[in-house]
C-alpha cells in the first residue's frame, strides 16, 4: 500500500505541473500557494470506495485494495486485458456505468490501477476545479478527457458520462475558453463570473442549469447508500436523465438565431468595393428592428418585432457586438448624446462592417463600447500575412525600402568583418614565414 501511494503520489505531481500548464491562469494563487507547502499530498481514507479531495489532499480509498479482491471471483475477471478506451473515444459520452464495471473486471483491474485512471479527475479538483455539483462534477470531468485526450493520459472516461454531455452542451454555448475558467472559479462567484464576462442572460443560464441537474438526478446518492453490488448501482445511474437540462439550453440557443444570422453578414476579409452596415433601431423602448444594408443599395429588415429591453440587449445585441469585434480591428466608435440617458453608438472597423445602435442607454453604450475595444479580431486580413491580435497590427507582405535598405547594410558589414578576418591570417602568415 504504502509504495502504491508514493508511486501515485509522483505521478500526482507531474499531473499539476501538465494542469498548470494549460490551466495555470485561471487557478488560484491560494491553491497554488497551498500545492506548493503541502507535504503527504496523498493519504488513505477508509471511510469508502470514493476518492476526496479535503484540505489540499487527496485521499485514496483503501477499501480498494478489498473490493478488488473480491472481484477477482468473477468468472471473466482479466479475460480481456486490453479492455481500455482509446484516447480518440474519450470524449464520447455514449456509455454507461454498466460498460465501466465490465472493464474493471475484464482488464483485472487492481486497486493501483483504479487510483491511476481516476486520478486526473480528482487532480483537477484539487486544483481548484469544483465538483459539489452534477453540472461541477460534469465540466470537472469534460475537462479531464480533454486534457487527457491533448497529452495522451490514462484515464477511465467512463465517469459522470451524462453530466459530461450537458457539460459538452453547455460548453458550445460558452466557448470553450469561458469555459475554461469557469471551471476554477469558486461555486459562489460563477454567476457573477458568467455575468461581467458575457451577461446576465448566460449567468442565469448557468444557474437553471445547475439547479434542474440536481433536481433531476435527486436521490441518486440516497439511493445507493445500502448497495453493494455494483451493477445495482449502475442501474440507478442510467435511471437519471438530463432532458429538461438539455431542453434548456436548446431554448437559450434558439434565442440566438437572429444574432447568429446578422453576424454571419459581417465582411471578415477586406473588401474596398463594399460595406455592411448593420442598424439597431430603438423606438419607444419596445419595439426594435434590425437593418442591414449593403454600400447603402441593398437595405434589408431582418428582425421587426416587440421585445423586452434587457432580453433584446443579452440576447441579439450583444451577441452581435462580439461577433462584429472579431471579424477586424476597430477604426473608430462614437457615443452621440440624444438626451441625459439615451444616447446613439458607431463603431467602424478597417474591413469596411458599420455598427449602429440608436436609442440606446448610455451604461449599455459604455459597455458595448469597451467590449469592442477590448476584443482581439480572430480573422485573417486578405491583404496582411496576420494581424497582431495583441497590437491590432497589421503585418503585410510588401518588402519595404527601409528593409531593402537594412539588408544591404548588413550583407556589407559582412563583407568586412570577413576582409578584416582574411587581413589578419595574411599578416599572421608573412611573420611566420
Known amino acids: 500500500m504504502e509504495e502504491n501511494r508514493k508511486k501515485i503520489s509522483a505521478i500526482l505531481y507531474k499531473y499539476i505541473e501538465i494542469i498548470c500548464k494549460e490551466y495555470g491562469q485561471y487557478i488560484s494563487g491560494d491553491v497554488i500557494d497551498r500545492l506548493n507547502v503541502t507535504s503527504d499530498i496523498v493519504q488513505y481514507n477508509d471511510r469508502s470506495i470514493s476518492f476526496f479531495v479535503r484540505n489540499g489532499r487527496l485521499y485514496l480509498p483503501s477499501k480498494a485494495y478489498s473490493v478488488f479482491e473480491d472481484f477477482k471471483n468473477y468468472l471473466n475477471y482479466g479475460s480481456d486485458k486490453n479492455d481500455y478506451r482509446k484516447v480518440d ?3 464520447d459520452t455514449n456509455t454507461t456505468y454498466s460498460r465501466y464495471i465490465d472493464h474493471v473486471i475484464n482488464c483485472g483491474m487492481s486497486a493501483f490501477d483504479y487510483y491511476l485512471e481516476n486520478l486526473l479527475h480528482e487532480v483537477m479538483h484539487l486544483c481548484g476545479s469544483g465538483g459539489d455539483t452534477p453540472l461541477e462534477e460534469g465540466i470537472n470531468e469534460l475537462k479531464t478527457r480533454e ?5 495522451n493520459l490514462k484515464i477511465a472516461a467512463y465517469g459522470y458520462s451524462k453530466e459530461v454531455e450537458i457539460a459538452k452542451q453547455l460548453q458550445q454555448v460558452l466557448g470553450k475558453n469561458v469555459m475554461d475558467e469557469l471551471t476554477f472559479i469558486e461555486a459562489s462567484k460563477r454567476y457573477d463570473f458568467l455575468n461581467e464576462k458575457l451577461g446576465a442572460e448566460y449567468a ?8 434542474e441537474m440536481i433536481t433531476e438526478s435527486s436521490g441518486y446518492n440516497s439511493k445507493i447508500q445500502n448497495i453493494s453490488n455494483p451493477y445495482d448501482k449502475a442501474k440507478i445511474y442510467n435511471n437519471i436523465n438530463y432532458i429538461n437540462s438539455s431542453s434548456t439550453i436548446s431554448k437559450f440557443v434558439s434565442k440566438f438565431d437572429d444574432a447568429y444570422e446578422l453576424s454571419k453578414l459581417f465582411l471578415t476579409e477586406k473588401d474596398n468595393d463594399s460595406f455592411i452596415e448593420v442598424c439597431f433601431d430603438i423606438r419607444d423602448n419596445k419595439c426594435y428592428e434590425s437593418i442591414v444594408s449593403k454600400n447603402l443599395e441593398e437595405v434589408k429588415t431582418l428582425i421587426n418585432k416587440e421585445s423586452d429591453y434587457d432580453n433584446y440587449m443579452e440576447s441579439i445585441i450583444i451577441p452581435v457586438v462580439n461577433n462584429y469585434a472579431k471579424c477586424s480591428p476597430i477604426l473608430s466608435t462614437e457615443i452621440n448624446d440624444i438626451s441625459d440617458n439615451i444616447v446613439n453608438y458607431k463603431a467602424v472597423s478597417t474591413n469596411n462592417n458599420l455598427l449602429v445602435i440608436n436609442n440606446i442607454d448610455r451604461t449599455s453604450a459604455q459597455r458595448i463600447d469597451g467590449i469592442i475595444k477590448s476584443t482581439k479580431p480572430k480573422y485573417f486580413n486578405r491583404n496582411s500575412d496576420y ?6 497590427k497589421e503585418y503585410t507582405k510588401t518588402m519595404t525600402l527601409d528593409t531593402l535598405q537594412n539588408g544591404f547594410t548588413s550583407v556589407i558589414s559582412l563583407l568586412f568583418v570577413l576582409f578584416i578576418i582574411f587581413m589578419v591570417i595574411v599578416t599572421i602568415y608573412i611573420i611566420v614565414v
Open 147 to 151: 486534457l487527457a485526450t491533448k497529452y
Open 89 to 91: 473515444e474519450y470524449l
Open 204 to 211: 442565469q443560464l448557468y444557474k437553471k442549469l445547475s439547479s
Open 387 to 392: 494581424i497582431d491580435k495583441d497590437n491590432n
